[in-house]
Each structure stands twice: as C-alpha cells, then as structure tokens.
C-alpha cells in the first residue's frame, strides 16, 4: 500500500508523455541510489565512529608526550 505523497507522485508523472515519464525515473533512480549511498556511508560510520575517536584521543596524547614527528609530505 503506497502513501497518499506516492499516490500523487505517480499520478503527476503519469500524466506527462512517456519521454518524460523516463527522464522523471531515470531521475528518481538516481536520487534513490544516492539515498542509499548515504545510508550506507551513515552505517559505515556509526560503526567506525568509536575507532575514530579512540585514534584521535591516541593522537593527541602522543603530541602531548612530544611522541610524534610531523609529517614529511614529500615520503609519501
């Protein structure tokens, strides 16, 4: 069962010519398949979030300590 806001939308594409029935999903794909993208990256990093923060607090502990060199941009 789709909600009244997917009723209306297929109604309005409905209405337009079959070319632009196809530019309206071809649109609606991609902005789908983003969507999904963010979900993905969104998951990713509530997973990894804790592990971030961890090396970060590890970081600056270290720079703290005087334990790190700065970075030589021309070795990597």
Same mark, same amino acid.
Request: net charge negative; proline share 4%; hydrophobic share 40%.
């Given at each position: 069962?789709?909600?009244?806001?997917?009723?209306?939308?297929?109604?309005?594409?409905?209405?337009?010519?079959?070319?632009? /029935? #196809?530019?309206?999903?071809?649109?609606? &794909?991609?902005?789908?398949?983003?969507?999904?993208?963010? !979900?993905?990256?969104?998951?990713?990093?509530?997973?990894? /979030? #804790?592990?971030?923060?961890?090396?970060? &607090?590890?970081?600056?502990?270290?720079?703290?300590?005087? !334990?790190?060199?700065?970075?030589?941009?021309?070795?990597?």
């Amino acid at each position: 069962m789709s909600s009244p806001a997917i009723t209306t939308i297929v109604k309005m594409v409905e209405s337009l010519p079959d070319d632009l /029935q #196809e530019k309206v999903a071809d649109h609606i &794909r991609e902005y789908i398949a983003d969507l999904e993208d963010e !979900q993905r990256w969104d998951a990713s990093f509530k997973r990894t /979030q #804790e592990n971030l923060v961890a090396a970060a &607090r590890k970081a600056k502990q270290e720079i703290a300590a005087g !334990q790190s060199v700065p970075m030589n941009y021309e070795q990597l």
